[in-house]
């Protein structure tokens, strides 16, 4: 039986890595990128690039989308054009981007009409975790087609965890976002509470790292070297992604109280 192609749409700190990961694996990877450097890169990764989405969607068997934003998504994934238009019975999409449920359910009800499968893969970690092989995935969708991507998923990710149905995946990830951003915001307080306690910063969160207080955060935080570093490092992605879970949060109706608030001050 011959290797699943696999066609990546986003190759930027996340795909890139994903990229030489499938390529270590020896499975065969096309990619589409619209920069010419990023096509440049790609192909000295290993990987193979098209002409278009539509033609990107006609080589996969399985499709990885991981771009940065919802409109992105269905920029590249919908319409006569894009990535689902030209895919053949039994592929399958796996959405990467975090964003709302609604998109990847607007993505599963448009694969439905050509008999492809939609997984929404939402994950956890960034580049180094992909490298290392231990990203964390929160998957929505089929549990027959997930174990039968999981071969392809695995040469990245461990764990790879089935959270529900199409849509469940970002729900999870937008729940671990604010619970993180909130947990950023409060290592951000602690570092300046320590400071107006005229102690070291960078004595006092090592310490705490090893207390019941701790938090992944925290960790975060010593190795970037300061709360502080870490938001302006993250702060951006982090922000966008509490954008994101309180509007889904009032779109859905969820109340997450506090959470929301403190991560809101990131």
């Known amino acids: 039986m011959s290797a699943p192609v696999v066609g990546i749409v986003g190759l930027g700190e996340m795909g890139m890595p994903m990229l030489r990961r499938l390529r270590?694996?020896?499975?065969?990877?096309?990619?589409?990128?619209?920069?010419?450097?990023?096509?440049?890169?790609?192909?000295?990764?290993?990987?193979?690039?098209?002409?278009?989405?539509?033609?990107?969607?006609?080589?996969s068997d399985v499709a990885i989308v991981c771009v940065y934003s919802d409109a992105q998504v269905r920029e590249v994934a919908l319409g006569a054009d894009g990535l689902i238009s030209s895919m053949r019975p039994g592929t399958v999409v796996v959405n990467h981007t975090t964003g709302r449920p609604s998109t990847g359910e607007a993505l599963a009800a448009a694969?439905?009409?050509r008999d492809v499968i939609v997984l929404d893969c939402a994950l956890s970690g960034g580049p180094p975790a992909i490298e290392q092989g231990t990203l964390t995935l929160l998957v929505g969708?089929?549990?027959?087609?997930?174990?039968?991507?999981?071969?392809?998923?695995?040469?990245?990710?461990d764990p790879i965890l089935r959270v529900g149905d199409v849509g469940d995946g970002q729900k999870v990830k937008l729940l671990n976002n604010a619970l993180f951003g909130a947990h950023v915001a409060l290592a951000a307080q602690i570092e300046r509470a320590?400071?107006?306690?005229?102690?070291?910063p960078a004595l006092v969160l090592p310490a705490l790292h090893e207390c019941s207080g701790d938090s992944y955060a925290l960790g975060a935080a010593i190795g970037t070297g300061s709360a502080a570093t870490?938001?302006?490092?993250?702060?951006?992605?982090?922000?966008?992604?509490?954008?994101?879970?309180?509007?889904?949060?009032d779109e859905l109706g969820a109340d997450l109280?506090?959470?929301l608030s403190v991560a809101q001050e990131v």
């Open 141 to 157: 969708g089929d549990a027959a087609a997930l174990e039968r991507v999981t071969p392809v998923l695995a040469t990245y990710s």
């Open 111 to 113: 694969a439905a009409d």
């Open 230 to 249: 870490l938001v302006e490092v993250a702060g951006r992605f982090i922000r966008k992604d509490v954008v994101v879970c309180v509007e889904v949060a």
């Open 194 to 200: 320590a400071v107006g306690l005229d102690m070291d």
């Open 24 to 59: 270590a694996a020896d499975l065969p990877v096309r990619v589409f990128a619209r920069r010419p450097e990023v096509v440049e890169e790609a192909e000295a990764q290993g990987g193979e690039p098209v002409a278009s989405l539509a033609e990107l969607g006609a080589v």
């Open 257 to 259: 109280g506090s959470v």
